[in-house]
């Protein structure tokens, strides 16, 4: 059996993989090194003789990719010990219903649980919160925001609430492009939580200024299917017990994210990215790749009049790069000749329109390269 065939691929390939430049936003591009080793293992995976899509999850070869996969996510993020690492499902999206439901419990403490609204996912986790906290005796509350020049800067004032059960963070937005150059100044004691689904892993995370991060994988960390969430050990108790039990982090904790049968698959692949990110030298060359290639295609943005990025240069994303040109009509003509051109995967998302280069960590420099010599190219022929 084999797929329909879209359109050929274009001459101007990535010489060394033969594949084209894939600047999709997400599921994004993973390394070649992962998925040759992906292709061996799909067939039969450490000598078992069976491939690792059709393993029992309590089996020995599944122990062990777990045990792994834990172990070098712990090492590349240099995650404390009293912090749990979890594999879970749902996507980041059930993560806006999982963090009030675990963190906010009714009859506590608290009052409000604050988030600051970045974006567009920033939004929808607000959403959420509204949606879910009154019936926990709560309130959702604005602690910042930057909606007022459609989210082209990091927020810069901060009205947090009194006693906030936890403030909620988007590190990067992948729609509008732009990133949170350090934490927020959220005040000390208080529980920091933070999406970090398009950044994750793109530099050096200082751990220990968190309550829990979540991210899903398929940007920076592998395919579809696994979430991530690294978690301070003391916030699992927070979490009433009548909560269904899929959805607290206690049980995925205690059951090693193994509860139910998990995505296997997603998870063997998310080890693998964190093996790739080892063998590169971890989050300090990860940085430094990610701030070489997204430079590469910024030059070409501040050296041109025919190019507006998105973003405040203070507040441009290393993972996400938003940019229109003089109209809406020569954007659809960009996007569609570069598609041409072997650069798939560059229309914005729809509430910004314009074009996006998410450049994660496993893009090619060659790419970025790529595009910057298309851009120059389609302002000379246009502009
Ligand atoms: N948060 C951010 C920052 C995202 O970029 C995305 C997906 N693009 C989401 C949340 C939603 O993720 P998922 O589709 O895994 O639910």
Redesign the pocket.
């Known amino acids: 059996m084999t797929l329909t065939a879209s359109a050929p691929v274009s001459a101007a390939v990535n010489a060394a993989s033969k594949r084209i430049f894939n600047f999709s ?2 599921p994004g591009v993973l390394p070649d090194e992962v998925l040759r080793q992906i292709q061996a293992d799909v067939w039969d995976i450490a000598g078992s003789g069976i491939g690792i899509l059709e393993h029992s999850h309590r089996g020995k070869v599944v122990d062990r990719v777990w045990e792994e996969a834990e172990r070098d996510c712990r090492e590349v993020g240099n995650i404390p010990a009293n912090y749990k690492v979890l594999f879970l499902t749902g ?4 993560q806006n219903h999982m963090v009030p439901m675990n963190l906010f419990p009714k009859g506590g403490q608290w009052k409000t649980a604050d988030y600051i609204i970045s974006g567009y ?1 920033a939004q929808k986790s607000f959403d959420e919160g509204k949606k879910l906290l009154p019936g926990l005796g709560g309130e959702a509350h604005v602690a910042a925001t930057s909606e007022d020049r459609n989210h082209c800067y990091i927020p810069d004032k901060f009205n947090f609430s009194a006693n906030p059960a936890y403030v909620h963070w ?1 590190s ?3 729609i509008f492009g732009t990133e949170w150059p350090s934490e927020p100044p959220i005040p000390e004691g208080v529980v920091s939580v933070c ?1 970090a ?2 950044d994750i892993y793109s530099r050096p995370i200082d751990v220990t200024k968190y309550g829990l991060i979540y991210a ?1 994988a ?2 920076n960390l592998g395919p ?1 299917g696994c ?1 991530v969430v690294i978690i301070r050990e003391d916030l699992l108790e927070r979490c009433p017990k009548d909560v269904p039990t899929m959805l607290q982090y206690r049980v995925h904790a205690k059951d090693g994210s193994r509860h139910n049968t998990p995505p296997v698959f997603a998870v063997y692949a998310t080890g693998l990215v964190f093996k790739w990110i080892k063998s590169q030298g971890g989050l300090a060359a990860m940085q430094k790749r990610n701030q070489e290639k997204a430079a590469i295609i910024y030059d070409v943005l501040d050296s041109s009049k025919f190019y507006r990025g998105h973003a405040d240069k203070a507040a441009r994303s290393l993972m996400n790069i938003t940019f229109r040109t003089l109209s809406e009509q020569l954007d659809e003509q960009f996007v569609k000749e570069a598609k041409a051109a072997g650069l798939d995967g560059l229309k914005g998302h729809r509430s910004t329109g314009g074009m996006r280069a998410s450049t994660y960590n496993a893009f090619p420099r060659a790419g970025c390269e790529a595009l910057a010599q298309f851009m120059r190219d389609f302002e000379r022929k246009h502009g």
């Open positions: 936003a997400g996507g980041a999206t059930s996912w988007t990067n937005n992948t999406d689904s398009s899903g398929q940007k579809a979430t």
